[in-house]
Nanobody
Framework: QVQLDESGGGLVQAGGSLRLSCAASGRSLSTYSMGWFRQAPGKERTFVAAISRNGWNTYDEDSVKGRFTISRDNIKNTVYLQMNSLKPEDTAVYYC????????????????????WGQGTQVTVSS
């Protein structure tokens, strides 16, 4: 069992930056692929970015490519999402997730590939 705790959300103007953190407890994150998802009001939860267990393979959703960067620090047991050039359409609750599917090179993109979820952190981008 692993517990995930997101932080770093807040209110930012368009064009600004935020860095989200996802701290894990209970087990080492090194055994999990990690992902970030987001859910806007009235919409489904969607994939944002993922990173493989070994940290060498990442995958970003098209709308965030070149703006968001996922990274992990297995010593600190924490995953990050650096978000730059934020847009109002990035407004959502952001969730981190841990999954054990696939090889150490795999970066999962489907919700059902993840086993554990955090409670989420709100990101609001004003225009």
């Amino acid at each position: 069992q692993v517990q995930l705790d997101e932080s770093g959300g807040g209110l930012v103007q368009a064009g600004g930056s935020l860095r989200l953190s996802c701290a894990a407890s209970g087990r080492s994150l090194s055994t999990y692929s990690m992902g970030w998802f987001r859910q806007a009001p009235g919409k489904e939860r969607t994939f944002v970015a993922a990173i493989s267990r070994n940290g060498w393979n990442t995958y970003d959703e098209d709308s965030v490519k070149g703006r968001f960067t996922i990274s992990r620090d297995n010593i600190k047991n924490t995953v990050y999402l650096q978000m730059n050039s934020l847009k109002p359409e990035d407004t959502a609750v952001y969730y981190c997730a841990a999954g054990s599917a696939g090889s150490s090179w795999y970066s999962p993109r489907r919700l059902d590939e993840y086993d554990y979820w955090g409670q989420g952190t709100q990101v609001t981008v004003s225009s």
